[in-house]
C-alpha cells in the first residue's frame, strides 16, 4: 500500500517562502510521477506542478517563475518551494503520485497567504 505524507504548510505574510515536502511510501517502481495540486475554498482542485523521475519540472501558469518543484528519489520524497507568495496561493495543497496506471493521494496540507 502506497502513503503520502506532507509536512510544511503555514501560515505566512504576501511576499514570503513556504517548502512543502511529501515523502512516499510502500511498493513504488522507480519511474513515477510525483507533483502537487491545490483546492482553495469554493474551487476546483487545479495542478500546481508535476514531476517525472529525472525530469524536469511543469508548471500552472500562475506559478511559473515563483515555484519550484523538485524529488529525491533516492527517498521517494517530492518539493515544492514556494518564493513570493500571493494571497491567491491560500490553498489546501495536495501531493499526488501516479505509478503504474495509479493515482495516490495525500492528506493535503493548508496553505495560508496573508495579506
Known amino acids: 500500500q502506497v502513503q503520502l505524507v506532507e509536512s510544511g504548510g503555514g501560515l505566512v505574510q504576501a511576499g514570503g517562502s513556504l517548502r512543502l515536502s511529501c515523502a512516499a511510501s510502500?511498493?513504488?517502481?522507480?519511474?513515477?510521477?510525483m507533483g502537487w495540486y491545490r483546492q482553495a475554498p469554493g474551487k476546483q482542485r487545479e495542478l500546481v506542478a508535476i514531476?517525472?523521475?529525472?525530469?524536469?519540472?511543469n508548471y500552472a501558469d500562475s506559478v511559473k517563475g515563483r515555484f519550484t518543484i523538485s524529488r529525491d528519489n533516492a527517498r521517494n520524497t517530492v518539493y515544492l518551494q514556494m518564493n513570493s507568495l500571493k494571497p491567491e496561493d491560500t490553498a489546501v495543497y495536495y501531493c499526488?503520485?501516479?505509478?503504474?496506471?495509479?493515482?495516490?493521494w495525500g492528506q493535503g496540507t493548508q496553505v495560508t497567504v496573508s495579506s
Open positions: 510502500g511498493s513504488i517502481f522507480r519511474l513515477n510521477v
Open positions: 514531476i517525472i523521475s529525472g525530469g524536469n519540472g
Open positions: 499526488t503520485l501516479r505509478d503504474r496506471g495509479l493515482d495516490y
